[in-house]
């Protein structure tokens, strides 16, 4: 009987339990059941602390220069001159001089470049750099090593290749601007310089001495030359000697120094004291007017202006020495 009971017992556990229809309340909801907590053990072994979070690290923003910067690198650029095939005459490098140029010079360890200069210039300072031998020496002239065949040479070797530097050299006429780079084996045996403004000057000042040279005008009889002519007025350092015509055209004369200031223009002074720029010529120290005039000025300056004045006197004036 036991096990009977045993089993029923089993089976009312097992079956679901049968609705009840007998009852007529309405049935209540069943109560929801409470959410489980669940604590999560520490771990028995060691514990790894958290990883760090990774620190960023700032770009660094590319070096940006200053517009003054840039301008300066341009103008820099644009005012160096390189060495050139055409230039060379043998193994001098040959530049045409031209102030404000820089000049690019290449060198190399254990062999010296020869800077010359030009014959007659005296150096009077050249500059100097830790990592490179600068020096200077002399060629031509006397004895005394003097005069305007000496000429000045200034030598440059670098103890080392990849160098760069700047070099200043200073005359009793003129400045040098070099610059200076090293390299393993190549170097410039020698430069030298032309001078095209110098020889502009020289051309300008021989064709002036032959102007000079020349008569004022040919063809003149002396007994119809006519000095009467009257100068008065300012003193400038220009102011005419004396002024004489030929009937024809009418001559000025000026001190030998008018060609070292400014000339002055002459203007033609009529009845009424009205001026009127005239045209002339100037050969040498003389102004030629192609006509005759009763009175003229010379006038120059703005606010304190020089004026003289050259009158026709018709008075004959005698050439000839009082005996």
């Known amino acids: 009987m036991k096990t009977a ?30 959410p489980s907590t669940v604590v999560a053990k520490p771990p028995s072994g060691p514990v790894n602390p958290p990883p760090k979070a990774a620190t960023r690290v700032p770009r660094r923003r590319p070096f940006s220069s200053s517009p003054a910067e840039r301008r300066v690198r341009a103008a820099n650029h644009a005012a160096t001159l390189e060495p050139a095939t055409g230039s060379y005459l043998d193994a001098v490098q040959v530049f045409p ?19 010359a200069l030009q014959p007659g210039e005296a150096l009077v ?36 290749a990849g160098l760069a530097t700047n070099v ?42 032959a102007r000079a040279a020349q008569p004022v005008a040919t063809g003149l009889a002396i007994d119809q030359l006519h000095f009467g002519y009257a100068i008065s007025g300012d003193t400038p350092t220009w102011r ?12 000025i004369e000026f001190p030998a120094s008018l060609g070292q200031s400014e000339a002055p223009p002459l203007f033609l002074m009529d009845a009424k004291g009205k001026a009127e720029l005239v045209n002339y010529r100037v050969l040498g120290r003389y102004y030629v007017v192609d006509r005759l005039f009763d009175a003229a000025e010379l006038r120059l300056g703005l606010k304190h202006q020089d004026v003289v004045r050259i009158s026709r ?3 004959a004036i005698s050439l000839r020495r009082p005996s």
């Open 313 to 315: 006197t018709g008075e």
């Open 240 to 251: 005419p000697l004396r002024a004489f015509d030929d009937g024809r055209q009418t001559f």
């Open 97 to 115: 001089y031209s102030d404000g140029v820089i000049y690019h010079v290449l060198s190399a360890p254990g062999q010296v470049t020869d800077i």
């Open 125 to 160: 300072a050249a500059g100097d750099t830790v990592r490179w031998v600068i020096g200077d020496t002399t060629s031509g002239g006397s004895s005394s090593g003097s005069g305007e065949t000496k000429r000045t040479h200034v030598l440059v070797k670098p103890f080392t």
């Open 5 to 34: 009971f045993l089993a029923v017992t089993a089976l009312a556990v097992a079956a679901p339990a049968a609705p009840q229809t007998t009852s007529t309340a309405p049935s209540r909801p069943a109560k929801a059941a409470a």
């Open 168 to 209: 200043i050299i200073t005359t009793d006429r003129r400045t040098y601007h070099l610059a200076l780079t090293s390299t393993a084996h190549t170097a410039m045996a020698a430069l030298s310089w032309t001078y095209p403004q110098d020889a502009l000057i020289a051309l300008k000042a021989a064709a002036e001495a």
